[in-house]
């Protein structure tokens, strides 16, 4: 039998997974989602983590001469730690183990985490999770587009520019 994308696709996000995961079993030093310290800066997010949402943020907001800011520059992974006061822990958790659970994700595929992807390279990688045959690739995707998008949508460069298109007092 002939592997289509789907399994490989699967098999991929497997390893990425097991990756993840199986860094705890490299040695104490090792540092994992979960064990982490947060970015100086940041109540709960680590260094990785903020990288990956600004990465994130670059491949779904690139610059453009209507709105010049960079999805990166307009704090996303800082947004993305507030968020993440309001929630219970183990939600903290689950949405910070989706987080690298994303970011590992091309490693089998691109040698690299998503946050170290050039523009072209995660803009297609983005690409390929939107429009993925695996429902929960997609939700996970979805969940976190939303934050991005309400980081990126929020920032006073972006709404100045957005409030000229919706007149309800958006941006105000």
Partial sequence: MRPTRRHLLTAAGAFATAAVAGTAVVGAASQVWWNQP???ATRHLSRDEIDFCDALADAI???????????AEAGVGRFFDTVLDGM????????????????QWPRPTHGRPFRELAGIEAIAVLDGWVHSDIAELRGLVASVYIFVAMAY???????A????????????
Avoid at 61 to 70: G, H, K, Y
Avoid at 88 to 103: E, I, N, S, V
Avoid at 153 to 159: E, G
Avoid at 161 to 171: D, H, I, P, T
């Fill in 38 to 40: 947060h970015d100086s």
């Fill in 61 to 71: 907001f690139p610059p453009s001469p209507d709105l010049p800011l960079r999805g």
């Fill in 88 to 103: 219970a822990p183990f939600q903290r958790k689950m949405l910070r183990l989706g987080l690298h659970a994303l970011d």
């Fill in 153 to 159: 949508t929020v920032h006073p460069d972006v709404s």
């Fill in 161 to 172: 520019v957005l409030s000229r298109q919706f007149l309800c007092g958006y941006g105000d």
